[in-house]
């Protein structure tokens, strides 16, 4: 059974940096195409980023300025969302998402917090 754990969320000062990781089990890691979600306060979830097997990278259409960068380490069958230049608009609840072959799935969520 495939499992997502995410990690390192948290509160940051605005201005700040938060790296997200998110580890996926029960499969191979390498097959799977990875992205990061968020739900901010008032708002649906959405796509952040997005990187397939092959290591394409896209991101949301919310995000200016490329803040975010996401990264894959299928070594350790984990997916990374490095966070820069937070702003408190930011604050929300951050998803890992996996996706194969019409299957998809979810981790429980890491919550992020960007205040003063």
């Known amino acids: 059974q495939v499992q997502l754990v995410e990690s390192g969320g948290g509160l940051v000062q605005p201005g700040g940096s938060l790296r997200l990781s998110c580890v996926l089990s029960g499969d191979a890691f390498s097959t799977y195409y990875m992205a990061w979600y968020r739900q901010t306060l008032g708002k649906r979830r959405e796509a952040v980023a997005s990187i397939t097997t092959g290591g394409t990278i896209d991101y949301g259409p919310t995000l200016t300025g490329r803040r975010f960068t996401i990264s894959r380490d299928n070594n350790k069958s984990t997916v990374f969302l490095q966070m820069d230049s937070l702003k408190p608009e930011d604050t929300g609840d951050y998803f890992c998402?996996?996706?194969?072959?019409?299957?998809?799935?979810w981790g429980q969520g890491t919550q992020v917090t960007v205040s003063s």
């Open positions: 998402n996996a996706y194969k072959k019409g299957n998809e799935y």
